[in-house]
């Protein structure tokens, strides 16, 4: 699995958290439009959160393709992009805070990283002054980090899990797959319920007699408790 910003092809060898690297952001916005903006659950909950809405609000109104992919104004720009810059900055995606490195993951779990084609007239300056460890941590980039990398792990499960159940009950393991994963078990469309956390989690909680988590991560804990659930669910 790739997570890295659409911005053309990627340069040069691949990077190492301990590799030098540095970027300084001039605040152009020129890498602010004609980007695909992926997202998982926990990157929807911070958004919904810094713009005073709930998750499924924020599906509606500002995502695609199921729910994965931030929708962009008519002329390609980020729907968050304003005069000053980015207007959710604090809960950028993590797509965004890696700009312009791309993380690449392998099958074995194994990382690296790589440098995109930076925009025609983009005034950022690209050098060696940093490492690529120090440029994550400037962008505040483990939590999301550890998030993307979570989702995966559950991804996987649930790929392995619905395989498996296909081959003795194809109707059981649709089922599964709608209730995980938003996918209606009677067409190919794809609708937000998996993204969509907030009524998971709620309805988790509301089984174990637990309050329902404000903060994000302990959130996305419980999100990803109760999807594990629905997985081993006979």
């Known amino acids: 699995m790739t997570i890295r910003p659409d911005a053309g092809h990627t ?9 030098p690297f540095s970027f300084s952001c001039a605040r152009c916005r020129r890498c602010c439009r ?20 709930s998750a499924s609000r924020f599906l509606r109104n500002h995502t695609e393709a199921g729910g994965t992919a931030l929708r962009r104004n008519p002329d390609g720009t980020c729907p968050f992009l304003s005069a000053g810059g980015c207007a959710v900055h604090k809960d950028r995606p993590l797509v965004c805070r890696l700009y312009p490195l791309g993380r690449h993951v392998a099958g074995d779990g194994s990382e690296s990283f790589s440098r995109a084609v930076l925009e025609p007239g983009c005034e950022g300056v690209l050098g060696r002054k940093g490492s690529v460890q120090r440029y994550l941590d400037s962008q505040r980039a483990g939590p999301f980090i550890e998030a993307v990398d979570r989702y995966l792990a559950l991804s996987g499960r649930m790929i392995r899990e619905l395989r498996r159940r296909s081959e003795k009950d194809p109707i059981a393991a649709r089922r ?18 998996g993204m969509d956390m907030d009524p998971v989690v709620r309805k988790y909680c509301s089984a ?27």
């Open 11 to 19: 340069q040069g060898r691949r990077l190492s958290r301990i590799s």
């Open 34 to 53: 004609d980007k695909i903006i992926r997202l998982n659950p926990f990157e929807t909950v911070r958004l919904s959160r810094n713009l005073g809405m």
């Open 176 to 193: 599964i797959a709608a209730a995980c994963v938003g996918t209606h078990p009677d067409s190919a469309v794809s609708r937000p319920g």
């Open 208 to 234: 174990r007699g637990l309050p329902v988590p404000d903060d994000p991560k302990e959130k996305m804990t419980m999100h990803i408790l109760a999807v594990e659930e629905m997985l081993s669910t006979p």
